[in-house]
């Protein structure tokens, strides 16, 4: 009889596993509590579904901040390259774009996620339980589910936890298993949201003016990280991939100070004398807001931006205005709300697991994703997270 292995969470982290013990010669059960497999990665894939990253190993490893020693092993031992001819095995051809970061080079997410449950379904040794809330764990190895009006026993010789973090709760990843572990004596970091938008104090006029409008090819600036990428104005705030890559950071800063002054370079390919020199040759008849748009491609949502934050006399002031074209300060008040954020912070400390993942004061209990205590931006490092640590905990299986 073949050991068996019950999976309780069906997003990447979870179907992978499910993956690579069913290659291994395990029989393997699947629950989630949703109504398919796979939502969040859905979602995620709506505006291209970013895989991986390209960049070299030193470098990526570098994007999980405190864990990054721990990261650069697992990622060394299933690497970016690994995960696309994963993809392959799929059916799924990949190819790296301008910015480094990788895509398929034809199929949707939809595709790609029924190419890989098809897969695992052609297994005789899969099992796969929809709607399916897990309502207890025991130490035993045995978990209470809920089916319906019903109560499901399961039971495995390894259990393997991927429940997902605690952002986007429509999809599933809504955290309560963090109260279940916590009465099993684990601990577990308390969630904050990672990859999310901030809020600031806009006026109202600048709130009826904007609605939500993007800003492509922005520096942005906070303590010593500098970033560039696109960000969204939106009636509450800032958010986008160039904020989210510094978002754990600022989100810091808000809590232990109550704000954050995030400073924007909105022509970060111009010298602060190039801007200045291109504002000093407005024509008479030309606005100000004309000769913006003409002469350096300052367009009317970063025109607003620029009046919501500089008072009048600074704005007109040509070496005041360049200045802030360059270092534009803007507030930070509050984070998203976290079922908002792309991703979270927190979940299970590093410390109650072994090097498998296997959490120590539950044996043969293994946890795997984002249910770990790791943060990490957009731009497919989260991903290829999920699936290197559930490649590191198969191996310890």
């Given at each position: 009889m073949k050991n068996k292995v019950v999976i309780v969470g069906a997003g990447p982290a979870g179907l992978y596993s499910s993956y690579l013990l069913l290659k291994k010669g395990y029989r393997v059960e699947l629950y989630d509590q949703s109504t398919a497999c796979g939502k969040k990665f859905l979602v995620a894939g709506n505006g291209g579904l970013n895989l991986t990253h390209s960049e070299e190993l030193t470098s990526f490893s570098t994007r999980y901040g405190k864990d990054q020693d721990l990261f650069s092993e697992i990622i060394g031992e299933f690497t970016p390259q690994d995960l696309r001819d994963f993809c392959l095995e799929l059916g799924v051809e990949t190819f790296v774009g301008s910015s480094g970061r990788v895509f398929p080079k034809e199929l949707k997410a939809a595709q790609i996620l029924k190419n890989w449950i098809d897969?695992?379904?052609?297994?005789?040794?899969?099992?796969?339980?929809?709607?399916?809330?897990?309502?207890?764990?025991?130490?035993?190895?045995?978990?209470?589910?809920?089916?319906?009006?019903?109560?499901?026993?399961?039971?495995?010789?390894?259990?393997v936890l991927a429940m997902g973090g605690a952002s986007w709760k429509r999809t599933g990843s809504d955290g309560k298993w963090k109260a279940q572990l916590e009465k099993l004596g684990v601990e577990v970091k308390p969630f904050l949201p990672m990859n999310c938008g901030f809020e600031c104090d806009w006026s109202e006029h600048f709130i009826s003016t904007v609605d939500r409008a993007p800003i492509k090819n922005v520096g942005i600036k906070f303590q010593d990280r500098?970033?560039?990428?696109?960000?969204?104005?939106?009636?509450?705030?800032?958010?986008?991939?160039?904020?989210?890559?510094?978002?754990?950071i600022i989100r810091d800063n808000i809590i232990e100070f109550g704000h954050a002054t995030v400073s924007l370079d909105l022509k970060p390919d111009l010298s602060l004398e190039q801007v200045l020199s291109k504002l000093k040759n407005k024509k008479a008849k030309d606005s100000l807001s004309n000769h913006l748009r003409k002469s350096l491609g300052i367009g009317k949502v970063e025109n607003t931006l620029l009046k919501e934050i500089l008072p009048k006399?600074?704005?007109?002031?040509?070496?005041?205005?360049?200045?802030?074209?360059?270092?534009?300060?803007?507030?930070?008040?509050?984070?998203r709300p976290i079922e908002e954020a792309i991703s979270t912070s927190g979940g299970i400390a590093f410390n109650e697991l072994d090097q498998?993942?296997?959490?120590k004061k539950l044996a043969g209990f293994y946890a795997v994703g984002e249910m770990l205590d790791f943060e990490a931006p957009t731009g497919g490092y989260l991903l290829q997270g999920c699936f290197s640590t559930a490649a590191r905990m198969v191996r310890g299986i």
């Amino acid at each position: 009889m073949k050991n068996k292995v019950v999976i309780v969470g069906a997003g990447p982290a979870g179907l992978y596993s499910s993956y690579l013990l069913l290659k291994k010669g395990y029989r393997v059960e699947l629950y989630d509590q949703s109504t398919a497999c796979g939502k969040k990665f859905l979602v995620a894939g709506n505006g291209g579904l970013n895989l991986t990253h390209s960049e070299e190993l030193t470098s990526f490893s570098t994007r999980y901040g405190k864990d990054q020693d721990l990261f650069s092993e697992i990622i060394g031992e299933f690497t970016p390259q690994d995960l696309r001819d994963f993809c392959l095995e799929l059916g799924v051809e990949t190819f790296v774009g301008s910015s480094g970061r990788v895509f398929p080079k034809e199929l949707k997410a939809a595709q790609i996620l029924k190419n890989w449950i098809d897969h695992l379904k052609a297994s005789e040794d899969f099992e796969l339980f929809l709607r399916h809330e897990l309502i207890e764990l025991h130490p035993s190895k045995e978990l209470t589910f809920k089916f319906k009006e019903e109560v499901v026993q399961a039971i495995g010789d390894v259990v393997v936890l991927a429940m997902g973090g605690a952002s986007w709760k429509r999809t599933g990843s809504d955290g309560k298993w963090k109260a279940q572990l916590e009465k099993l004596g684990v601990e577990v970091k308390p969630f904050l949201p990672m990859n999310c938008g901030f809020e600031c104090d806009w006026s109202e006029h600048f709130i009826s003016t904007v609605d939500r409008a993007p800003i492509k090819n922005v520096g942005i600036k906070f303590q010593d990280r500098v970033h560039r990428g696109e960000i969204m104005i939106t009636p509450f705030g800032i958010e986008g991939g160039g904020i989210y890559a510094v978002s754990n950071i600022i989100r810091d800063n808000i809590i232990e100070f109550g704000h954050a002054t995030v400073s924007l370079d909105l022509k970060p390919d111009l010298s602060l004398e190039q801007v200045l020199s291109k504002l000093k040759n407005k024509k008479a008849k030309d606005s100000l807001s004309n000769h913006l748009r003409k002469s350096l491609g300052i367009g009317k949502v970063e025109n607003t931006l620029l009046k919501e934050i500089l008072p009048k006399d600074a704005y007109t002031d040509l070496s005041t205005l360049a200045q802030a074209i360059k270092d534009l300060k803007v507030d930070f008040k509050r984070t998203r709300p976290i079922e908002e954020a792309i991703s979270t912070s927190g979940g299970i400390a590093f410390n109650e697991l072994d090097q498998h993942f296997q959490i120590k004061k539950l044996a043969g209990f293994y946890a795997v994703g984002e249910m770990l205590d790791f943060e990490a931006p957009t731009g497919g490092y989260l991903l290829q997270g999920c699936f290197s640590t559930a490649a590191r905990m198969v191996r310890g299986i």
